[in-house]
């Protein structure tokens, strides 16, 4: 089965200590996409300006990407740049340049309206939840969110969590939404708010799920080096649900594994600016870090 | 076989957010020597004063801790009192009195001398040195330690590197050590120094070992309330040694599962305020978070 995505698709300008890279190709939704696509179909619902680059485009449809949703508007792609500090760890928002995006009205194509696997990637709650309401049937539905819509849109996001099956944030992302400091007590009050599956994401920690069967204690891959770990957590999700998708059987089988494919998807992320990494790695890259992480976690 | 285990013999006085809990058995050889109990002898190396809680000695002998090292000296035992935060992270110490301490000159009595497991639990390096010195040959010697030692007797501790085999530590202090934001590389440098064996307690995200057969990515135990994390990370180091001292095969067979040991003997401690809850514990509550650790990261 496919995976239909929406999310932002962007231009992110990233700057380490070590270097600077305008305008790579970005947003919560590419990454997403690109990750799933080494796993299942995908359907990628977005908008992008004129100026939006083709070899992006061409990027997209090397990965096998659908692109009838995604929408090419007169005005300027959204622009993002933000600098990391020299830990990789904390960064912070340079610019934010809305473009196309401020009005952005994500449509779904009618084939695209029975989508059974549906991935809200990080974008406003307002447009997930309209994404959602254009869907027939959706079989699993996850979404993923960040701390500016916990701040700016707490109401639309509480109200997303009663419609959704699998809610993925960080772990200050879940101390903010529920003024929790220990992570366990924190998933539960997530529980509460509607999602049966809760995914805290926590770096190169690794994430922890909550669900029907118990918790999981997901490993992150280890990387010696993190040239540029913008669109981990988008990776992380999209490989998942890309992984998902394909898989035989029900979530509650599958879903560790996925997460594990996540993880080693969002690993190769981090090794590159952008998608740089993420677009030359194979699927036999990808099994051989999966392999690599049964044997590191083995007791 | 049974392991020596040098460290502090302390009264602890812990204040949280919570409670407030004067002159509780503290100290890194109580916590490690007690962990190490659930799964072999114990030869204590320590000094206390003469105010020390006979109550407390009463509770090594319950677990059958050897006390033929423990010096009983006129004056006061070492009492560290410590304040946290709300988080149960950070925490700041309010005083240190050392007390006997000061002049501690650890002696190994004649019988132990052959030991074959050696845990050098925090506390100075020199003292560290002092008890290497007098032990004939030691088999596996490992040693911990803190940003104390680090910042005010780093030659001491660089040149105890190259004597032992394994080097237990948290992340923020083989940051400090090496200078290296990443762990991986951080882990890459202490090898270099010395041991070949080190193992990186993360806290609540778990730890990882780097070892001539490669890493290991192990767990935390999920803990839904942590009272009072004062002694976790020795009694990780104590469970873990105990467990190698009696388990059949080479080290590099036994060492992930002893970790998962002393990972589970730590969150036991995390649950009660110094060694409440821990001394509640049994070999049977044990193997039974061991189990379930096995079945939370099964993929």
Partial sequence: MSVLIVGSTALDSIKTPKAENPRLLGGSASHAAVAASFFSPVQLIGVVGEDFPKKYLALYKKHKIDLTGLQILPGKTFHWSGEYELNMNNRRTLATELGVFETFNPTLPKA??????????????????HVLDQTIKPAFVVADTMDLWLNIALNDLIK???????FVLNDSEAHQLTQEDNVFTAIKKIHKMGPKYVIIKKGSHGSILSSPKGFFICPAYPLHKVVDPTGAGDSFVGGMMGYL???KGSIDTNIRRAMIYGSVTASFCCEGFGLNQTTKTSRNDINRRVKELEQLTKF
């Fill in 112 to 129: 695209q309206q029975n989508a059974k696997f549906v991935l809200l990637a990080n974008i406003a709650p307002a447009l997930q939840h």
């Fill in 160 to 166: 997303l969590l009663k419609r959704i099956d699998g």
């Fill in 245 to 247: 998708a394909t898989a």
